[in-house]
């Protein structure tokens, strides 16, 4: 089973509108430049939509899931991931062991999934760096932007 594709040249547009830098290193590849380092990477290979931070692991994606310790999620296309970015709805999370980066991923604020640490670690979240301000206008996401789950439901 391959796993939706993303339409690159549609998320460059989208990120360009946002004030998010990118780089198309190849026609398959779409880097996103988040600021402090943090690079979004949407790659389509021989079908597959993968999705995951320079240097880091690959995630298999279509819609993105943000789920809470309590069972309420959220599902998000990649178009609706990206503006949820710039206005601080998704932060970027760092994971830290003795000053060192371990894991960078992203954190949904209304549905946290917090992570246990060790002694020694630390997790830093913080917001994506837009390079010019956002729209006042709303951006046309598309459809099947982000919709909302709850327990049983």
Request: proline residues 7%.
């Amino acid at each position: 089973m391959t796993t939706p594709t993303y339409d690159l040249d549609a998320l460059a547009g989208l990120c360009a509108d946002l004030g998010f830098p990118t780089n198309r290193p190849e026609a398959r590849r779409l880097e996103v430049d988040l600021g402090e380092g943090a690079v979004l990477v949407f790659d389509v290979e021989e079908g597959d939509g993968l999705i995951g931070f320079a240097g880091g692991d690959w995630h298999t994606h279509g819609d993105l899931l943000f789920a809470d310790a309590r069972g309420y999620s959220v599902s998000m296309t990649a178009a609706a991931l990206l503006p949820a970015l710039a206005d601080g709805r998704v932060l970027i999370r760092d994971h830290e062991a003795r000053g060192r980066l371990v894991e960078r991923s992203l954190f949904h604020v209304d549905y946290p999934d917090v992570i246990a640490l060790e002694p020694g670690e630390r997790m830093v979240l913080r917001r994506a760096i837009v390079t010019s301000p956002i729209p006042e206008k709303p951006l046309p996401w598309g459809e099947g932007g982000a919709r909302a789950e709850g327990v049983g439901g």
